[in-house]
């Protein structure tokens, strides 16, 4: 339930290959989690005496197995529950097909336009099109 989850600041991450389409989970459709059977970027919360840029970092490890490079600083808000968020791009520097599935129910991407009927994490989907609509990927 809700009020079980433990808040906490978090980092997530906007990965997008060359062509400009973005990377994004399928979140599992299990009650105990923040917006379950949603789509949203990839991330989690940040652990311990982390940055939030070592954060994303490591989620990454964990969600996909990919060993991304630096991220670069979009922008920080605060969530609709109240945390702190930390919102950072990534350019997708391997092919989709070495990332392996590690958390949620799939991975794929989309492309800006699909994003739109897209249904989303709020927070996220805020964050990508502000993203999406000031930037040249």
């Known amino acids: 339930r809700f009020c079980e989850m433990k808040l906490q600041s978090g980092a997530i991450a906007i990965v997008y290959d060359t062509q400009g389409n973005i990377l994004l989970q399928h979140r599992d459709n299990i009650p105990n989690i923040f917006w379950p059977d949603y789509w949203g970027l990839w991330g989690g919360g940040i ?4 940055t939030p840029e070592q954060a994303v970092l490591r989620e ?3 969600e996909i197995s990919w060993d991304a490079p630096k991220p670069t600083y979009v ?4 969530s609709e529950y109240g945390h702190d968020f930390f919102v950072f791009s990534i350019p997708l520097n391997v092919p989709l097909t070495s990332l392996k599935l590690l958390a949620g129910a799939e991975m ?8 739109q009927t897209l249904k989303m994490v709020p927070h996220h989907k805020t964050h990508l099109l502000r993203f999406l609509g000031r930037s040249k990927l």
């Open 60 to 62: 990454l490890k964990e």
């Open 75 to 78: 922008s920080q808000d605060v």
């Open 47 to 50: 652990e311990g005496d982390e």
């Open 108 to 115: 794929r991407m989309f492309t800006p336009d699909e994003i």
